[in-house]
C-alpha cells in the first residue's frame, strides 16, 4: 500500500509540515528487504549451494521488523519484573485535551510524569510520616499507547503495577488499595495544571487562552475526573497471568496501529482500503446489546493519515520505568525474585536470532543445505553499499 501511494500521498501533502520521523520510518519500511539495500551471503561448503538474506529496515513502523522490535521491548521488561502481584493500570486523557498532544508532542512527556506523579502523591497520602522516613517508593512500567482500535488519536497511560512499596531499609511492603475516585479526580489535576505549566514555560504553538477555556470545560463534564482502570485480579497465585500481561502490554506499546489480519480490501483502481475493528464498548455489552464489528471502507490517503500520525518522533521513550524498577534504583535483589528465570530470557533472546526465530515458529532452518550441510556466512559475497562496500 505505502510502495504503491506513498509518493501520490507526499504530492497531495506538500502543503503540510510531515514529520522527520514519518519520513525516515516510511522510507525505510518501503526499502526493507531490498536487494540494492544490501545482503548477507550464505553459502554451502560441501556443494556450493547458497542462501541470500536481504537486509532489514529496522523499523518498527514495519510488520515484521517491528514484530522484531516489540519482542526485544518485551524481553527488556520482562529483565525487570519481579515477582510481586501485578496489575494493569489505565490513564486516559479526557477527549477535548487530546487533540493539544498532537500539537505539541512533547506534551507527550508531560502525561508521562502526570501519572508517575498521581501514583507517587497517593503513595504520600497513605502515610506521609512513613513515606518521608523510609524513603518509600514505588515499581511501575508506563506505556503509552496513542492509538484505540479505531486508529484515532486517543494517548494513553497503560501502567504494569507492582502492588509493593520499597523502603530504605530494602524490604518490601503491599500496597493493594488504590482508591479510585482519587486517582481520577488526582491525575486530572495533574495533568491539566502540568500542562499550563509547560505552555506558560515552552516556546509552543498552543493557544494557552485556548487551553485554558477547554480545561473549564473538561472540569465541567468530567466532575469525577478524568478515566482511570485498575482492577484487581488474583495474580499473587497467577504468575503466568502477570507474564501474560507483562507481554501483553509491552507489544502493544510498540504495535502499528493496526495489524494486517484487519485489512479486509485493497482497491487500487478506486484508491480505497476497507478494514474493520471490534468497538471497545462491545467488552461490557451483552450480546443484544453489542454493535458487532465495524467496517470502514475510506480512501487510502486517508487510511495512510491515520498509521502515520502514530509513528513517534526518534528517541522518543514510548515505555518507562518509574521507582524500584528505574535504573536510579539502588534496588538489587537476587535472580530468584525475578518473575522469569535467566532460562526464560535466554530462551527469549535465542528466538530474536534470524535462524533460530524460523526454527523455532516454523520448524525450518533457512541455512541447512540439501545436502544436509550447514550453509556458512560469506562476507566477500555479501554487499554492504551504505559502508560503502561493493
Same mark, same amino acid.
Given at each position: 500500500?505505502?510502495?504503491?501511494?506513498?509518493?501520490?500521498?507526499?504530492?497531495?501533502?506538500?502543503?503540510?509540515?510531515?514529520?522527520p520521523s514519518?519520513?525516515?520510518n516510511?522510507?525505510?519500511?518501503?526499502?526493507?528487504s531490498d536487494m540494492?539495500?544490501g545482503?548477507?551471503y550464505?553459502e554451502?561448503?560441501?556443494?556450493?549451494?547458497?542462501?541470500?538474506k536481504?537486509?532489514t529496515?529496522?523499523?518498527?513502523?514495519?510488520?515484521?521488523c517491528?514484530?522484531?522490535?516489540?519482542?526485544k521491548?518485551?524481553?527488556?521488561?520482562?529483565?525487570?519484573?519481579?515477582?510481586?502481584?501485578h496489575r494493569?493500570?489505565?490513564f486516559t486523557?479526557p477527549?477535548?485535551?487530546?487533540?493539544?498532544?498532537?500539537?505539541?508532542? /512533547?506534551?507527550?512527556s508531560?502525561?508521562?510524569?502526570?501519572v508517575n506523579k498521581?501514583?507517587?502523591?497517593?503513595l504520600?497520602?497513605? !502515610?506521609?510520616? !512513613?513515606?518521608?522516613?523510609?524513603h518509600r517508593?514505588?515499581?511501575?512500567?508506563?506505556f503509552?499507547?496513542?492509538?484505540?482500535?479505531?486508529?484515532?488519536?486517543?494517548?494513553?497511560?497503560?501502567?504494569?503495577?507492582?502492588?509493593?512499596?520499597l523502603?530504605n @531499609?530494602?524490604?518490601f511492603?503491599?500496597?493493594?488499595?488504590?482508591?479510585?475516585e482519587?486517582?481520577?479526580?488526582?491525575?486530572?489535576?495533574?495533568?491539566?495544571?502540568?500542562?499550563?505549566?509547560?505552555?506558560?514555560?515552552? $516556546?509552543?504553538?498552543?493557544?494557552?487562552?485556548?487551553?485554558?477555556?477547554?480545561?473549564?470545560e473538561?472540569?465541567?463534564?468530567?466532575?469525577?475526573?478524568?478515566?482511570?482502570?485498575?482492577k &484487581?485480579? $488474583?495474580?499473587?497465585?497467577?504468575?503466568k497471568?502477570?507474564?501474560?500481561? !507483562?507481554n501483553y502490554?509491552?507489544?502493544?506499546?510498540?504495535?502499528?496501529?493496526?495489524?494486517?489480519?484487519?485489512?479486509?480490501k485493497w482497491?487500487?483502481? $478506486?484508491?480505497?482500503? @476497507?478494514?474493520?475493528?471490534?468497538?471497545?464498548?462491545d467488552d461490557?455489552? @451483552?450480546?443484544?446489546e453489542?454493535?458487532?464489528?465495524?467496517?470502514?471502507?475510506?480512501?487510502?490517503?486517508?487510511?495512510? /493519515?491515520?498509521l502515520?500520525?502514530?509513528?513517534?518522533?526518534?528517541?522518543f &521513550?514510548?515505555?518507562?520505568?518509574?521507582?524500584f524498577?528505574s535504573?536510579?534504583?539502588?534496588?538489587?535483589?537476587s535472580?530468584?525474585?525475578?518473575?522469569?528465570?535467566?532460562k526464560?530470557?535466554?530462551h527469549?533472546?535465542?528466538?530474536?536470532?534470524?535462524?533460530?526465530?524460523?526454527?523455532?515458529?516454523?520448524g525450518?532452518?533457512p541455512l541447512?543445505?540439501?545436502c544436509?550441510h550447514?550453509m556458512?556466512?560469506?562476507?566477500?559475497k555479501?554487499?554492504?553499499?551504505? !559502508?560503502?562496500?561493493?
Amino acid at each position: 500500500i505505502f510502495k504503491e501511494h506513498w509518493d501520490e500521498f507526499l504530492i497531495l501533502n506538500k502543503d503540510k509540515v510531515i514529520r522527520p520521523s514519518i519520513l525516515e520510518n516510511v522510507s525505510r519500511m518501503i526499502k526493507c528487504s531490498d536487494m540494492n539495500e544490501g545482503f548477507l551471503y550464505f553459502e554451502c561448503p560441501n556443494c556450493g549451494n547458497f542462501h541470500i538474506k536481504t537486509m532489514t529496515c529496522k523499523s518498527r513502523f514495519g510488520p515484521s521488523c517491528g514484530k522484531k522490535y516489540r519482542d526485544k521491548i518485551s524481553i527488556s521488561v520482562s529483565k525487570k519484573l519481579y515477582k510481586f502481584p501485578h496489575r494493569q493500570l489505565v490513564f486516559t486523557i479526557p477527549y477535548e485535551l487530546r487533540k493539544y498532544f498532537r500539537l505539541d508532542r /512533547k506534551l507527550l512527556s508531560i502525561l508521562f510524569s502526570s501519572v508517575n506523579k498521581t501514583l507517587t502523591d497517593f503513595l504520600k497520602s497513605k !502515610a506521609n510520616k !512513613a513515606y518521608t522516613k523510609e524513603h518509600r517508593q514505588l515499581g511501575f512500567i508506563s506505556f503509552l499507547h496513542t492509538y484505540g482500535r479505531d486508529m484515532k488519536w486517543h494517548p494513553h497511560i497503560h501502567v504494569l503495577y507492582a502492588e509493593r512499596f520499597l523502603k530504605n @531499609t530494602g524490604n518490601f511492603g503491599n500496597f493493594y488499595y488504590l482508591d479510585f475516585e482519587v486517582m481520577r479526580k488526582t491525575f486530572l489535576y495533574n495533568l491539566t495544571h502540568n500542562m499550563i505549566i509547560y505552555c506558560k514555560s515552552h $516556546n509552543t504553538n498552543i493557544n494557552l487562552k485556548n487551553l485554558r477555556q477547554t480545561i473549564s470545560e473538561v472540569y465541567t463534564r468530567c466532575k469525577d475526573g478524568a478515566y482511570f482502570y485498575g482492577k &484487581q485480579g $488474583n495474580y499473587e497465585y497467577s504468575i503466568k497471568s502477570v507474564k501474560a500481561m !507483562a507481554n501483553y502490554i509491552a507489544r502493544y506499546a510498540s504495535h502499528p496501529a493496526i495489524s494486517e489480519r484487519r485489512i479486509l480490501k485493497w482497491d487500487k483502481l $478506486n484508491k480505497t482500503i @476497507t478494514w474493520f475493528y471490534e468497538p471497545h464498548e462491545d467488552d461490557t455489552k @451483552t450480546e443484544e446489546e453489542k454493535l458487532g464489528k465495524q467496517i470502514i471502507t475510506e480512501s487510502v490517503f486517508d487510511f495512510i /493519515k491515520r498509521l502515520i500520525i502514530h509513528i513517534p518522533d526518534k528517541s522518543f &521513550q514510548q515505555i518507562r520505568y518509574y521507582g524500584f524498577y528505574s535504573n536510579k534504583s539502588k534496588t538489587s535483589l537476587s535472580y530468584s525474585t525475578k518473575l522469569f528465570s535467566t532460562k526464560d530470557i535466554e530462551h527469549s533472546i535465542l528466538h530474536l536470532e534470524w535462524k533460530f526465530g524460523l526454527l523455532f515458529s516454523f520448524g525450518y532452518n533457512p541455512l541447512l543445505c540439501e545436502c544436509g550441510h550447514e550453509m556458512i556466512y560469506n562476507y566477500d559475497k555479501s554487499y554492504f553499499p551504505k !559502508a560503502g562496500i561493493p
